[in-house]
Nanobody, 126 residues
């Protein structure tokens, strides 16, 4: 059974930075594509960023240039470095994983992801 545990959320002022971590247990981490989604109050869950098994990256347009996603297979962890944070980044951020073959492209679809963490709150004050 794969379990994902997020950490690093919190309260930050606009313009500040936070680094989210997501650590996996169970399964073979190097076989997983990993992603972050977020959900703000009253809004639908939205894709934020994803990284493939090969390290290919995809970012939602509003976070490009501000967020950086990376993975450490040895630590079974992905990191989402968030900089220049804005109040509209306020949301619960959830980590997701899916086991894929190497050639499968990154998916932004919520339903394509098999495993989910419990989420971590990020609040950006103006």
């Amino acid at each position: 059974q794969v379990q994902l545990v997020e950490s690093g959320g919190g309260l930050v002022q606009a313009g500040g930075s936070l680094r989210l971590s997501c650590t996996a247990s169970g399964g073979i981490f190097s076989r997983f594509a990993m992603a972050w989604f977020r959900q703000a109050p009253g809004k639908e869950r939205e894709f934020v960023a994803a990284i493939s098994r090969r390290g290919n990256l995809d970012y939602e347009d509003s976070v490009k240039g501000r967020f950086t996603l990376s993975r450490d297979n040895g630590r079974k962890t992905v990191y989402l470095q968030m900089s220049s944070l804005k109040p509209e980044d306020t949301a619960v951020y959830s980590c997701a994983a899916r086991s894929t073959i190497l050639t499968v492209p990154i998916s932004r679809a919520y339903d394509d992801w098999s495993y989910w963490g419990q989420g971590t709150q990020v609040t950006v004050s103006s």
